[in-house]
């Protein structure tokens, strides 16, 4: 079973940030969180992961509280095409994904 | 281009026969994976394979094996087709087990 829990759904107006929240209340130490992505009728996308610390990449901004209980993405300028289903994983490195139900974020024009 | 592909995109087949679903990446990965998406949109790992050698086998009912002649390949043969097989099959790949996934666009296959 998944160990995260996110909300089903999301809308965004595009143009704006969105920020999808993930709850990991039971995460252990050894656990990174990682995103990915399924647009519509397409493979998953890697998003971005980390451990204890903030991350940003091109993509995305990862946000982890202090006691890595919970965590956000953030699309800072969201677009049409950014319109998915938004997976947060939490998982030992080595381990395999465990996919969710993630949250379907739509983009609002 | 394309890392990870798939082929075929579609695949529409009676109950009880055998297909197969090819997948290959071009990323010099030495992991290759098999993913399940049913109609409720779940994605489930399948198998894994590390440089030819199965390292993961969920509980996947013996008609599927999957074959990997080499690390640019893992094929997915399935036997005796039956309509719970419906789904959506993705292929994906990442340099070790522990990095970051790869996945191809996957197969759908339909069994009437």
């Known amino acids: 079973d998944a160990k995260t829990t996110q909300p089903p759904s999301m809308d965004c107006a595009e143009g704006r940030a969105a920020n999808l929240p993930c709850n990991h209340s039971?995460?252990?130490?050894?656990?990174?969180v990682y995103w990915y992505r399924q647009i519509h009728s397409q493979g998953p996308q890697y998003i971005i992961h980390?451990?204890?610390n903030n991350e940003t990449n091109e993509m995305a901004s990862l946000i982890i509280t202090e006691d890595r209980k919970s965590s956000t993405l953030i699309l800072p300028h969201a677009t049409l095409r950014d319109t998915a289903v938004y997976y947060c994983?939490?998982?030992?490195?080595?381990?395999?994904?465990?996919f969710g139900k993630g949250t379907r974020l739509h983009i609002l024009p | 281009d394309t890392a990870v592909s798939q082929t075929p995109k579609y695949l529409v087949t009676q109950m009880g026969n055998d297909k197969s679903i090819k997948c290959e990446q071009n990323?010099?990965?030495?992991?290759m994976y098999w993913y399940k998406q049913d109609s409720k949109k779940f994605l489930k790992i399948m198998f894994s394979?590390?440089?030819?050698?199965?390292?993961i086998n969920e509980t996947v009912p013996n008609r599927f094996s999957p074959k990997s002649p080499d690390k640019a390949h893992l094929n997915l043969h399935i036997n005796s087709l039956e309509l719970g097989d419906s789904a959506v099959y993705f292929c994906?790949?990442?340099?070790?087990?522990?990095?970051?996934?790869?996945f191809g666009p996957g197969t759908r296959l339909t069994v009437l």
């Open positions: 994906a790949s990442s340099q070790n087990s522990g990095d970051t996934q790869y």
């Open positions: 039971t995460i252990s130490g050894n656990e990174y």
């Open positions: 980390g451990l204890k």
């Open positions: 994983i939490v998982r030992v490195r080595d381990d395999k994904i465990i």
């Open positions: 990323l010099g990965h030495d992991t």
């Open positions: 394979y590390n440089n030819k050698e199965l390292i």
